[in-house]
Nanobody
């Protein structure tokens, strides 16, 4: 099993920044797991935000949703088994519960069907 615990959500004014962090634990977790972030606004479906895909040479490829590209940055720290999401220039439409996700298979994570989900952290952006 893999446990994912998010932190760092909160309330911020439009144009501000927040940093989310997700810590992974459990014997089944590996640094080669894909990890990423999704979000779900009230009344809407959960949507992809950003992901990291492991590649040979201990590198990760990052991918972003068009709505956050250029404003959000995803990063991995293998020593701590964490994945962070730095969110800048936040907009009211970024308001949602943000979920961390992990899976040994990147494709499964990318389509929103990862084996592991965090409990979610609320991000609220006021106008």
């Amino acid at each position: 099993q893999v446990q994912l615990v998010e932190s760092g959500g909160g309330l911020v004014q439009a144009g501000g920044s927040l940093r989310l962090s997700c810590a992974a634990s459990g014997r089944a977790f590996s640094s080669t797991h894909a990890m990423g972030w999704f979000r779900q606004a009230p009344g809407q479906e959960r949507e992809f935000v950003a992901s990291t895909e492991w590649s040979s040479g201990n590198r990760y490829y990052a991918e972003y949703a068009d709505s956050v590209a250029g404003r959000f940055t995803i990063s991995r720290n293998n020593a701590k088994n964490t994945v962070d999401l730095q969110m800048n220039s936040l907009k009211p439409e970024d308001t949602a519960v943000y979920f961390c996700a992990a899976d040994p298979n990147f494709s499964r994570l990318r389509v929103g069907r990862p084996n592991y989900w965090g409990q979610g952290t609320q991000v609220t952006v006021s106008s």
